[in-house]
């Protein structure tokens, strides 16, 4: 049994030792004896304090010390609770796109999920499994979104209220590659309400993925050096399009309605070349790199290394449309070397995936994770306005005992 509110039982207690010690001060009858002027005295009971040598009336003492102690326990609000059975494990897998393989992470989560214990399967969003988790691992498959740590960890508050009971501590063991893109300001407010650490089981990030060639159609001036360089080229049915000039009509209904991205990537940008490192998927890129302004609004998919975006991406009915500032010198070998065409494959990679996804660094996951013990389970008890059942029996209890107490008094006078 535990209280929500064990003051009020240390209360109840120290005023049943109160009743008792005032029980022995008791007022007795005094012996009778002939006295002149007694005739002066009111016709009524003499009574006079003593103090008693042997304490008398002990039924009537246990019913009043009684009365206050079920007082104090039902004020306590108790609530009784199954043997607690050590620590129970929350195990988080991410089954987003940062993950290269699905057979990693079960692996992984196998190693440390036990009976008893619940199961967090996140990308987008979570989904709580406390009941045959391992027929959901066997089941787990990655998913083309990105991953949001901020509801994972919401999801693990509630996997904890729910084995709280059962358990003296609570472990929370995340199996993740931590991408950078799965934090946002929401992570950390959330990450402060668990109140232990948090184990991190790595997994692989995918490496690169080369699109192929005939998924990419550029149109654009024939001497564009994107496609001189064999990095793009013209091809029908292209889940790619990349416009180098102005976008048309045309280019909007098809990324409207296709299923395809449109990349709006002007040949010519009106900012002028400066050295600039660009950083697209896990690759950074330095160069003289001619930059521009992006349109407002749109989901960040590139960066300078002064932090401006570079790229940005927002989604139409089927497809998505992503803008490029990146200018792309016509003469030298930027456009040859391997960091480039790496930096290229992720600034046209599909929308909702990532391509060589940047992962957290050290000191974001050492914050993450934390320092101290593992979380109490305790904290995770949780107080009703409702009167629980157990302190409505005590308070009846206490009152039948209260409404007893005049008629043991009477018969002990």
């Known amino acids: 049994m535990s209280f929500a509110a064990p003051a009020f039982f240390a209360a109840g207690a120290f005023a049943a030792l109160a009743v008792v010690a005032l029980h022995f001060l008791a007022r007795q009858r005094p012996r009778a004896a002939p006295f002149p002027t007694a005739r002066f005295v009111p016709e009524r009971t003499a009574r006079a304090p003593s103090r008693a040598l042997q304490p008398t009336d002990l039924l009537l003492l246990l019913l009043r010390a009684l009365a206050v102690l079920l007082l104090g326990a039902a004020f306590a609000r108790p609530a009784l609770e199954g043997a607690r059975q050590g620590t129970r494990r929350i195990v988080l897998v991410d089954r987003s796109q940062v993950v290269a ?12 999920l036990r009976p008893g ?64 893109e799965e934090l946002d300001d929401a992570t950390w407010l959330v990450r402060a309400q668990w109140p232990g650490v948090i184990r991190h089981v790595r997994v692989p990030a995918p490496r690169d993925v080369l699109l192929l ?23 029908s049915g292209s889940s790619v399009r990349i416009a180098r000039g102005a976008v048309t009509r045309s280019d909007s209904a098809w990324a409207a309605d296709s299923g395809g991205m449109l990349v709006r990537w002007p040949s010519s940008l009106a900012g002028g070349d400066s050295a600039n490192a660009l950083i697209a998927g896990n690759t950074v890129v330095v160069a003289r790199f001619a930059r521009d302004s992006l ?32 200018g792309v010198p016509a003469a030298g070998d930027l ?6 065409r790496r930096a290229f494959d992720a600034l046209i990679a599909p929308c909702d995936r990532v391509r060589d996804p940047i992962l957290a660094d050290d ?45 043991f008094r009477r018969r002990a006078e």
């Open 295 to 326: 349109p407002a609004g749109g989901t960040p998919v590139a960066w300078w290394n002064d932090g401006r975006v570079a790229a940005a991406e927002r989604r139409t009915r089927t497809g998505c449309v992503r803008d490029v500032r990146v």
């Open 213 to 235: 060639l005939n998924a990419i159609l550029v149109r654009g001036p024939n001497d564009d050096p994107l496609r001189s360089a064999g990095l793009a080229n013209r091809a």
């Open 335 to 340: 456009v040859l070397r391997e960091s480039f």
């Open 101 to 112: 393989s699905a057979e990693e992470a079960r692996d992984s989560a196998r190693a440390w």
């Open 363 to 407: 000191s974001i996951v050492a914050k993450l994770r934390g320092t101290g013990s593992l979380a109490p389970a305790r904290a995770w008890t949780r107080t009703s306005d409702a009167v629980p059942p157990l302190s409505r029996g005590l308070l009846l209890g206490a009152a039948v005992l209260l409404v007893a107490e005049p008629l």
């Open 117 to 180: 214990d619940a199961l967090v399967l996140f990308d987008s969003a979570p989904r709580v499994i406390a009941d045959r988790a391992e027929d959901s691992l066997r089941a787990l498959a990655l998913q083309p979104r990105r991953g949001a740590l901020s509801g994972a960890l919401v999801a693990a508050q509630q996997a904890a209220a729910l084995l709280a009971t059962r358990a003296d501590s609570l472990e929370l063991v995340l199996v993740s590659p931590i991408g950078r």
